[in-house]
């Protein structure tokens, strides 16, 4: 169960979770005046978590019903030919704009914490993904198993401080940056539609964690319980890093990374720490990326496996250079729409499940 709930996290939690970014796009309330909801942290963060808790608990059951090994197993079980071909290439190219958004994200930390231009960032951060795909990843795995409980708490600790220091009277100064600059606020127009898509694009993700553990899940509760667990613990990181915007609002969602601004508030310690995680999670993400990538390419092009792992964070260098938050913000939601139907099919086939059984 435990290790269901961790997978589930771990598939959600990337650089795009962690440095904010998202919440600013998808979930900030200020973006959807005057139709937040009752909460003070907006409607759509707890809509949002509600429904990573229900289709945590779907897919578990589901995966553990079907006994899948591959989000190929999957889709095929859950949609007809020929559109289950379609969801799986639309899975292959999503892991390939993943990539290009990690590159764009490390371009925008390096020079946030360190100075140095996007281009610098982008290049060293596909070197080592080159290399370490080359030579295996094996090791990089066991150190983000370890890395990822770190990450997973800065943005509690974050939160906790920066509650502490707005009661205190803290009030950041307004940044340079401009509000909402992407194709996101034309594509989420409402906050239960921008919450859908932004579950959508993640249990697209989710997918593929939940389906290769299928067959190893021993019963149906098992399942249920840790897709909840998951899902429920992704509501509670939301909630962190959605109170961290409340509390400094505007002036640090103007950023690209607006957590790293929050951190930059509590000290040098918390910056550093926070980059560090942030950087180590969006190498890990590009190095599985371009692992899988070139692992489902390598049967189709005759090429040798140096040749094409290069090919391929080369390629994903190219959009990477248009930012972190043009991407993020224009690329999710057109995935988030084309995993609508996927979630429906999902909820039917839950659904169809527990009557059956009934």
């Known amino acids: 169960m435990f290790e269901l709930a961790a997978s589930y996290v771990g598939a959600v939690v990337g650089a795009g979770f962690a440095s904010g970014q998202e919440q600013v796009l998808f979930l900030f309330p200020i973006h959807f005046q005057p139709e937040t909801g009752p909460f003070p942290l907006g409607s759509g963060v707890f809509f949002a978590g509600g429904l990573f808790v229900l289709f945590g608990a779907a897919l578990g059951e589901l995966v553990f019903t079907q006994k899948t090994s591959s989000p190929r197993d999957f889709l095929r079980q859950l949609i007809p030919w020929p559109l289950w071909v379609i969801y799986d290439g639309l899975m292959t190219l999503f892991i390939y704009w993943s990539v290009s958004i990690m590159f764009a994200g490390s371009g925008m930390l390096f020079k946030q914490s360190m ?132 509390a400094y609002g505007k002036p640090i969602c103007n950023e690209e990374l607006p957590m790293l601004k929050a951190a930059s508030y509590h000290g040098s310690l918390i910056a550093g720490g926070y980059s560090l995680a942030l950087w180590f999670s969006m190498a890990t993400t590009s190095i599985c990326g371009v692992f899988t990538l070139s692992q489902r390419l390598s049967k189709h092009l005759p090429v040798s496996k140096a040749s094409l792992i290069t090919a391929i964070t080369a390629m994903a260098c190219l959009p990477a250079q248009l930012g972190f938050a043009k991407l993020v913000g224009t690329v999710y939601p057109i995935i988030g729409y084309a995993g609508l139907p996927v979630l429906a099919l999902v909820l039917l086939q839950f659904l169809k499940t527990h009557m059956t059984n009934r």
């Open 115 to 246: 100075g140095l231009s996007r281009m610098t960032g982008i290049i060293l951060t596909a070197m080592v993904t080159i290399f370490a795909t080359v030579a295996g990843v094996d090791g990089l795995l066991t150190v983000n198993l370890i890395m990822s409980p770190f990450m997973l708490a800065m943005p509690i600790v974050v939160a906790v401080l920066s509650i502490y220091k707005r009661v205190q009277g803290f009030r950041p100064l307004m940044g340079n940056g401009i509000f909402k600059t992407t194709l996101s606020s034309a594509l989420t127009f409402s906050w239960p539609l921008s919450a859908l898509l932004y579950v959508s694009y993640n249990v697209l993700l989710a997918v593929g964690i939940f389906a290769s553990m299928g067959r190893d899940i021993p019963d149906s509760g098992t399942a249920r319980r840790g897709g909840i667990l998951g899902g429920i613990a992704l509501m509670f990181f939301l909630v962190a890093i959605q109170s961290v915007l409340v």
